[in-house]
T-cell receptor
């Protein structure tokens, strides 16, 4: 079964609009990682969150880890065409790093 | 520092054949993980190797196997290929266990089974 639910599956935004993807787990997580995969490329590590309620920023990207460590979000402010790709969260489940199903982001210029 | 190198980049095989994929991790990385990526199933964990030992295995049939050498290079083998094995196979290395260390992915091997 799926250990982590990621939503939405797909989002198409106008350039300049914001974007958010969410990951939800039924169990408490030790940490959560986020990756980005450009079309035709491979996943690239973005960040790891460890602490309850943690918020980290990378330029226009804001990552949050929920207080209960069961959910996380990635928010992009004012999307650009360079943001297109699939964003994955990854969590440890059964001692394995398991990836969410990903959110595909398309940006209309 | 060189990144993760996977060979070959593309492979076409027929049903029933077997295939071996190779992965060279980033220098100094001891953990190598393998994932299968398909449009319908996303990124599915195959196995993880650390210091030549398989640490974890995903829910794949026994036709999928792997190994790691003393220099941390890894290979995965798929025997008796099926059409459904067509996928992008990604290798990723990390300094330590993938549970805590970021994964660095290679460009993958695109396998097509006809």
């Amino acid at each position: 079964g799926q250990q982590v639910m990621q939503i939405p599956q797909y989002q198409h935004v106008q350039e300049g609009e914001d974007f958010t993807t969410y990951c939800n787990s039924s169990t408490t997580l030790s940490n959560i990682q986020w990756y980005k995969q450009r079309p035709g490329g491979h996943p690239v590590f973005l960040i790891q969150l460890v602490k309850s309620g943690e918020v980290k920023k990378q330029k226009r990207l804001t990552f949050q880890f929920g207080e209960a460590k069961k959910n996380s979000s990635l928010h992009i402010t004012a999307t650009q065409t360079t943001d297109v790709g699939t964003y994955f969260c990854a969590v440890v489940y059964g001692n394995k790093l398991v990836f969410g199903s990903g959110t595909i982001l398309r940006v209309k210029s | 520092k060189a990144g993760v190198t996977q060979t070959p980049r593309y492979l076409i095989k027929t049903r029933g054949q077997q295939v071996t994929l190779s992965c060279s991790p980033i220098s100094g990385h001891r953990s190598v993980s393998w994932y299968q990526q398909t449009p319908g199933q996303g990124l599915q964990f195959l196995f993880e190797y650390f210091s030549e030992t398989q640490r974890n295995k995903g829910n794949f049939p026994g036709r999928f196997s792997g190994r790691q050498f003393s220099n941390s290079r890894s290979e995965m083998n798929v025997s008796t290929l099926e059409l459904g094995d067509s996928a992008l196979y990604l290798c990723a290395s990390s300094l330590d266990s993938s549970n805590n260390s970021p994964l660095h992915f290679g460009n993958g091997t695109r396998l097509t089974v006809t």
